[in-house]
Every structure is written in structure tokens, then in C-alpha cells.
């Protein structure tokens, strides 16, 4: 088994993919595909010390800039790094793709090379988002791939995203829940009122909605989301940590005992950041496509980009994407009733 | 001048929004009116020295439970405090209510009798959420009033939210911004778009969109987005808040040396808290409706209603609703463009 990884994208240089491949290599024995300018790729690598025999490389002549259209992109592009890598996929010579490239060139190709397992209709991006409980992370689910709110999609991003939490998180029946403005049923607008009917029907462990708030507390492990909605969250959430971590910073530069006691306030300090980060994960998967792509941050370093590496390697292992597939099976009746619904797309 | 308190909405006793009337009276000089059960307010008031002529109580004989119905207390109940409190206002009795009680059946009091202010569809709620910036929190309207996004609606939050950031940040020319999931213009479903082109012809200082990660940073000092939206994002924030303190309380009580320093922390986190909490301010203000009211959250102690009847009484002062009045007059060829717009509505 070989992980394709996108030399080419993202806001770092090549460097930080190579040895973030030399690494997941060296580190876990994993086999990876660099898939970029081979010339470029060949130089970066002369510094490390690896399995030769775990490194392939793709030559690809073409990038995909980080504010480039993915539509236009997809077209014109074909032999760029990540049309490339997810082309190996496709082919059966790899068996995912890691890529820190442009996030709507990552899903738009991802989607029309390996197209969507059977029975999903629009793939969505999970994270893992930090819960109060020392040792299960929750899944939140769109965190942007989509930002229509259809219940059918909503149901299907559940699914996806009890599959994965049933896989990563080793959980037999994550609680899943669907966020909303309220805790009480009836809460939201009418396409969470028909979701909520959707998923009370299925054979999901339905907690209910939850609000942003509860979130955090371990009541659930799966929170269900358009990926608009998703993407505010977890943008508030960043925020707001950013902005803790800096008013404190700021207070205790004022104070000279605090000063002081800062030093031994780092442990705590060193192990919140451990909790909460998502670098540990390093990527978040584009769930419901026909084969394994873990979409990571522009500017992820190497040690993050490792980690999607074996992320990836893990989906694919776990056989994430037949759990997708027999999740749907299990619940082909109520998916058919969400197709019934007169709701249209109500966000495009 | 006086302001009505609704005395029997809330989860607490009716003593403690009597202790915020006496405390409003004693530290600020203002003229209360406790809007409840006459004898029980008077059984409440015993134990407290205060300047009687600041006072008086009038009597109400029905209550609104935290968890009925706004449509059906509203139509029943037309004794309840919160009635009687906004009838005094629309009197001329009082000049502002101040209540802690169901929300929905707040709102939707103040809007039944109290009406709009002329040109604006739909009142929504601004709340001040805290910046970087030491001393200048921003205002996030809507949090909970409206759940759908009609373009014209979403401009008129952002004149509101424009007048309320003149008037109570004390700022020239405000920048606002639209929530989205990217800073690009033509990010975010159809409405944000329109809503973006509505914004860069309006009056207002418009910054463009702004993500839930940038808005603490001190870019911008009003954020609008529909009520749903809102309420994930003050939601997340509280609730990223909440994970913060307990994973470093939790540390904290693990490291022997860091509990020792824990002690000389305390400053910075009491001052995080300050910068963070929104009971300085004790409310937030329904904007729109034609009077003033502020909804506080249903647990709110005597400090923060005490808070609220004060931000009440400079929302009077400050003539609020006449300034929102001469914004939309400023504006009423692009709330005509608004008005135009073939969008329907998308969330209900």
C-alpha cells in the first residue's frame, strides 16, 4: 500500500512535504509516493537518511495556486500535482492522497476522478474537534465542502461521520447530534426540523441536537452540520483560542509574579495546546468519495503533514469508505424519504 | 426617566432581580420600575435601604414560563410581567424594560406592542463579544432573533449594529463586516453575496467578509450574520471558553509546582475573565423595535441585571432608535435595491 502526497501544494515549499514523507517513511514504515517536479523533489530529498525502497516518485509538471478557480483548474490542469496523485488512486497505484494544496481544487478533483461511493450524493469534510474528555476528540461534520443544507445531505454527512468515528475513535455507537440553535426538538429552520425527522428514523444512536456550546462537553461524538455552518464553528473556535492564548500572554507580561510563574504554568499551557490540537490529526478526510484524500492545512508543517500520512493510512486500512457504503445500505429506507422531501437546495 | 424590570422572568427568584433594582437605584442613581407580584416584590424589598422615590412597583398577575411558547403566551397571557412591563413603555411609563425572561416571548412582546422602527423588517439582537483590542469589544447582531438571511434583512442588522457601535463604543465610523466562510468577496451562499454587493453601496464604513477566526482580531467592530448563524458562533465561543478553563483547571490540579504558581496566575485569568465576560454588560438590546429592551440571559445574577438596567438606561439616553431611524433614511435607495431583489426566504 502506498500514500500519493502532493509535493506541490500548499503555502510551504517542497521541502516540508519531502520530509514529512522521509519521515512518516522512517517513523511508522509506510510506503509514499511524492507526486511533483522530480528534479525538485530528488534535491530535498539528498539531505535524508530512508528506506529507499518505501519512495517512489511521479513526476508532474503543473501546480494548482493556492487562489486558483478549482474549476478552471480541474480543466486545464491535468498534470498537476494533485490531479496527478489522485489520478494514482484512481489507477490503483496508490491507495490515498495527502495534500496541504488549494482546498477546492483538492475536493473538485477528488470528486471527479474517483467519484462518490454508492449512495452518497455529496462528500463532506470531518474534523476532530476537542472535547472535554481527556481521551475522545469529537468528529464535526460538513467543516465546509458543502454550504447548502439539503436534509438528504445531512443524513448522508451523519452517516459518514458515524462511520468515522466508529472506525478512528473506536466507538461501537457514537452519539450523534445534529447542531443546532436549541437543544429542544422543533429548533432550527424547516430543513433541521426534516433532518431531525431523518435521523430519528435511522439506525444512527440520535442524541438530538446539540448547541455549539454543548458541544465541547462529551455528550456527543459526531455533530452534524452544513458545511457553512461547520466552517463558522470551527473558525469561532480557532478564534477564540487564539484570543485566550493571547490575552493571557498579554496579562502575564504585566504582572512580574505571574511572570514568574509562567514557567511553571508551561506544563498545563504545553498540554491544552496538546489537547486542542488538530496538528496531532493533521488533516481532516473528504468523507463519501470513492477512495481515501486527507485535505490539510496550506501551511501545515512537517510533523502535521506526517501525521495525515498515517491518517490516511489508517482510513484505508480501517476500510473506511465500505463502512460509508453499508452505513447507506442499513439505511437506504430513510434515505429514500429524505429524497421524497419538497425541500429544495436552499443554499447554493 | 424609568426603566421597567420584569421581576418574575428568569431562572432565578424574584430576589434577585429585586437586589438589581436596589443596586441600579443606590450605585447609579437610576429610576426603577419591578414589574411582578406586588407583595412578593414588597416582601423582597424589606431587607434593603434605597431612595424610596426611585421606586415603585407595579403589579402583574400572570407569568411567562421559561419554556412556553412566545405565540401563545403572548395571545393568553396579558397580564404577564413581561406585558405589562413593555406596555408601560409603550405608555410612556417607562422608557426602556429590562428582562431575564423567555426570550422568544420577550421579543416577541416588544415587537407586538412596541412595533418597528419605520423601515426596519426585523429586529435582531447585538451583542458585544470581546477583541484582542484592550478596550474594544465588537458588536455580533444577530445572535437568535431571525433565523433566515433575506438580504434586505441582513442590511438593515448592519445599520443597526452600525448605530449601536457609534453610540456605544463611541466610534466615528465603525467598520463592519459580513460573516462568511472566506474574506474573498463572492464567498458564501447566494444571500451573502447579494448582502455584500447591498453593503459596498450602503453608507457604512464596510469592511467586506470577515471569517469566525478573524473577528477577535481587532479588524472590525460590527459583524452581521443571520440569527442562526449568531447563535452557533456566541455559542462556540462560550463554549470553546468553558473547554479552555476546565482543561487547564484539570492540568493545573495534576502538576504539584503549577498549582503552587496557580495562586500567583490568578491575576491574569481574573482579568481574562473581565475581558471575556459578558456580564459587564449585562444584556443584550432587541434593536429595531420602536423603545428599548434588553434580554438578558434567564440565570443572570443581580450584578449583571444591575448591568443590563444601566445599559438600558444609555441606550435611552443615547437615542438609540432615532439614530437606527436616520440610518435607514440615509440608506433607503439600497434598502430599495433589497427590496428588488428576487431572493425569497431562504430559512424560516
Given at each position: 500500500?502506498?500514500?500519493?502526497?502532493?509535493?506541490?501544494?500548499?503555502?510551504?515549499?517542497?521541502?516540508?512535504?519531502?520530509?514529512?514523507?522521509?519521515?512518516?517513511?522512517?517513523?511508522?514504515?509506510?510506503?509514499?509516493?511524492?507526486?511533483?517536479?522530480?528534479?525538485?523533489?530528488?534535491?530535498?530529498?539528498?539531505?535524508?537518511?530512508?528506506?529507499?525502497?518505501?519512495?517512489?516518485?511521479?513526476?508532474?509538471?503543473?501546480?494548482?495556486?493556492?487562489?486558483?478557480s478549482p474549476a478552471t483548474s480541474l480543466r486545464q490542469?491535468?498534470?498537476?500535482?494533485?490531479?496527478?496523485?489522485?489520478?494514482?488512486?484512481?489507477?490503483?497505484?496508490?491507495?490515498?492522497?495527502?495534500?496541504?494544496?488549494?482546498?477546492?481544487?483538492?475536493?473538485?478533483?477528488?470528486?471527479?476522478?474517483?467519484?462518490?461511493?454508492e449512495g452518497i450524493e455529496r462528500p463532506a469534510i470531518?474534523?476532530?474537534?476537542?472535547?472535554?474528555?481527556?481521551?475522545s476528540p469529537f468528529v464535526l461534520i460538513d467543516i465546509?465542502?458543502?454550504?447548502?443544507?439539503?436534509?438528504?445531505?445531512?443524513?448522508?454527512?451523519?452517516?459518514?461521520?458515524?462511520?468515522?468515528?466508529?472506525?478512528?475513535?473506536?466507538?461501537?455507537?457514537?452519539?450523534?447530534?445534529?447542531?443546532?440553535?436549541?437543544?429542544?426538538?422543533?429548533?432550527?429552520?424547516?430543513?433541521?426540523?426534516?433532518?431531525?425527522?431523518?435521523?430519528?428514523?435511522?439506525?444512527?444512536?440520535?442524541?438530538?441536537?446539540?448547541?455549539?456550546?454543548?458541544?465541547?462537553?462529551?455528550?456527543?461524538?459526531?455533530?452534524?452540520?452544513?458545511?457553512?455552518?461547520?466552517?463558522?464553528?470551527?473558525?469561532?473556535?480557532?478564534?477564540?483560542?487564539?484570543?485566550?492564548?493571547?490575552?493571557?500572554?498579554?496579562?502575564?507580561?504585566?504582572?512580574?509574579?505571574?511572570?514568574?510563574?509562567?514557567?511553571?504554568?508551561?506544563?498545563?499551557?504545553?498540554?491544552?495546546?496538546?489537547?486542542?490540537?488538530?496538528?496531532?490529526?493533521?488533516?481532516?478526510?473528504?468523507?463519501?468519495?470513492?477512495?481515501?484524500?486527507?485535505?490539510?492545512?496550506?501551511?501545515?508543517?512537517?510533523?502535521?503533514?506526517?501525521?495525515?500520512?498515517?491518517?490516511?493510512?489508517?482510513?484505508?486500512?480501517?476500510?473506511?469508505?465500505?463502512?460509508?457504503?453499508?452505513?447507506?445500505?442499513?439505511?437506504?429506507?430513510?434515505?429514500?424519504?429524505?429524497?421524497?422531501?419538497?425541500?429544495?437546495?436552499?443554499?447554493?
Amino acid at each position: 500500500m502506498a500514500i500519493a502526497v502532493d509535493a506541490m501544494g500548499g503555502d510551504t515549499p517542497i521541502s516540508v512535504k519531502v520530509e514529512a514523507a522521509v519521515r512518516a517513511i522512517n517513523d511508522f514504515g509506510i510506503e509514499v509516493v511524492l507526486v511533483g517536479s522530480e528534479s525538485k523533489i530528488n534535491q530535498s530529498l539528498n539531505s535524508y537518511h530512508f528506506d529507499k525502497e518505501k519512495l517512489s516518485i511521479v513526476n508532474s509538471t503543473e501546480i494548482v495556486e493556492m487562489n486558483e478557480s478549482p474549476a478552471t483548474s480541474l480543466r486545464q490542469k491535468k498534470n498537476s500535482s494533485i490531479r496527478v496523485a489522485v489520478d494514482l488512486v484512481k489507477s490503483g497505484n496508490a491507495q490515498a492522497v495527502v495534500s496541504a494544496g488549494n482546498t477546492g481544487a483538492s475536493m473538485a478533483t477528488a470528486k471527479f476522478v474517483l467519484k462518490s461511493v454508492e449512495g452518497i450524493e455529496r462528500p463532506a469534510i470531518a474534523t476532530l474537534m476537542p472535547s472535554i474528555h481527556r481521551k475522545s476528540p469529537f468528529v464535526l461534520i460538513d467543516i465546509g465542502a458543502n454550504t447548502d443544507c439539503k436534509p438528504l445531505y445531512l443524513l448522508q454527512f451523519a452517516l459518514m461521520g458515524d462511520a468515522y468515528a466508529r472506525n478512528y475513535l473506536n466507538l461501537d455507537s457514537p452519539r450523534v447530534a445534529l447542531l443546532n440553535n436549541g437543544e429542544e426538538e422543533g429548533k432550527g429552520y424547516l430543513e433541521l426540523k426534516e433532518t431531525y425527522d431523518l435521523l430519528k428514523q435511522s439506525t444512527l444512536n440520535f442524541y438530538g441536537n446539540i448547541e455549539g456550546k454543548g458541544m465541547f462537553k462529551d455528550l456527543v461524538d459526531v455533530v452534524v452540520c452544513d458545511g457553512f455552518v461547520g466552517n463558522i464553528a470551527l473558525k469561532v473556535a480557532e478564534g477564540t483560542f487564539d484570543f485566550i492564548k493571547s490575552i493571557l500572554r498579554e496579562e502575564i507580561r504585566e504582572n512580574f509574579i505571574s511572570k514568574l510563574s509562567y514557567f511553571a504554568m508551561k506544563g498545563p499551557f504545553e498540554k491544552l495546546k496538546e489537547r486542542a490540537d488538530y496538528t496531532e490529526v493533521g488533516g481532516a478526510p473528504l468523507l463519501g468519495v470513492d477512495g481515501v484524500i486527507i485535505i490539510c492545512h496550506g501551511n501545515s508543517k512537517s510533523y502535521s503533514l506526517r501525521n495525515a500520512i498515517k491518517h490516511a493510512k489508517e482510513c484505508v486500512d480501517q476500510k473506511l469508505k465500505d463502512k460509508i457504503a453499508s452505513e447507506v445500505l442499513e439505511n437506504i429506507e430513510v434515505i429514500q424519504k429524505a429524497k421524497n422531501l419538497n425541500s429544495e437546495v436552499k443554499r447554493v
